[in-house]
């Protein structure tokens, strides 16, 4: 059988995650401990380049780089990725030695080429010198069929075939709340956007049922190499494209998406959020207990290590260590 027509396959979907290496983890290597940077700041071009500094990056080095943003609309951070946040990325990329830079999304309920013109990424995209890939027009052959065993997915579920396949996923998410039904949109709500625009339909008629999980589910077809979170500017109520704005001043990096989701929600119940954020503890959250089930990444605060580099920083990460470990 040849390679494509095996990832097509919906009952093998879930075998060719650990063939490809990607997504899957065991239990054991998720139960280390896991680096998350932060950054105290308000400063994007200073704040991406200081968090990735801090922390021992998988080189992209001879690689092709696919970066997946939040370009759900295009509705000022954190209704979507900053083009600062967007620019400094690549230029990091680039500096690092990546052979070649692709954007990668599918926006929605808007059209995913009017949400990219009108955040001007094409322009963007001339001025640096990175492709866009457009997975709203993707034909059959690219996306990758997963039906992996206890998914809450009807059929399963199809993933662009360019994030299953990425030499070098680099996952830049917001750091908001999510009024539609997800509670908060961070690194592990980020991977909706990888999925066929086909699928919406049933994953919001799942909101008062399984919505959160199925958004965990997502990830068994991919991990990202780097996550980098724009906390910046922070959605305490509503969201995803508009909510209740307040200043985070924060730049959030790691490589574990269970870990960096909980500094999130950390940070989230510090600024003060809904009743959403603020009752449940952060690992009770239902896209955290499904991914922890899946062995995605860390399973308790405990697995958690702030990172810092400064001592505005330190101060930050003490107090939510404290959120992380009570709230």
């Known amino acids: 059988m040849k390679r494509r027509d095996f990832l ?28 998350v940077v932060l950054v105290k700041t308000e400063d994007r071009i200073k704040g991406i380049p200081a968090a990735l500094k801090l922390m021992a990056v998988e080189s992209p080095k001879g690689k092709k780089v696919l970066i997946k943003p939040n370009f759900n609309t295009a509705d000022p951070t954190p209704g979507s990725t900053h083009n600062d946040t967007l620019r400094q990325l690549v230029l ?57 065993p206890g998914n809450h997915w009807q059929n399963g579920f199809d993933v662009a075939r360019p994030v299953v396949e990425a030499e070098y996923l680099l996952w830049t998410c917001c750091l908001k709340t999510h009024g539609s039904g997800g ?44 996550i980098v979170m724009d906390g910046v500017d922070v959605f305490v109520d509503g969201g995803p494209s508009q909510g209740k704005l307040v200043k985070g001043g924060v730049i959030i990096a790691g490589t574990d998406r269970i870990a960096i989701d909980a500094v999130g929600l950390a940070v989230l119940k510090n600024l003060g959020s809904n009743d959403a954020i603020m009752v449940p503890k952060i690992f009770e959250q239902e896209q955290i207990q499904r991914a922890v089930e899946l ?33």
Not at 13 to 30: E, K
Not at 115 to 133: N, R
């Open 92 to 148: 990091e990329m680039k500096a690092r030695g990546a052979a070649q830079i692709t954007i990668g999304e599918r926006s929605g309920p808007p059209q995913t080429k009017s949400v990219m013109e009108a955040k001007g990424i094409p322009a963007l995209a001339q001025e640096l010198g990175f492709g866009i890939i457009n997975f709203e027009e993707l034909g059959a052959d690219g996306w990758v069929h997963f039906n992996p």
């Open 183 to 226: 509670i908060h949109s961070m690194s592990i709500k980020l991977a909706v956007g990888t999925t066929n625009k086909n699928l919406m339909r049933e994953l919001h008629g799942a909101r008062q049922t399984h919505m959160r999980r199925m958004i965990a589910e997502v990830h068994q077809a991919f991990k990202p190499h780097l």
């Open 8 to 35: 097509r396959q919906s009952a093998a979907g879930a075998a060719a995650i650990s063939v490809l290496g990607r997504g899957f983890i065991s239990r054991a290597q998720a139960q280390s401990k896991a680096k």
């Open 295 to 327: 062995g995605l990444g860390v399973s308790s605060p405990n697995d958690i290590e702030i990172v810092t580099g400064d001592p505005a920083s330190r101060a930050y990460a003490d107090t939510l260590k404290e959120i992380l470990a009570t709230a």
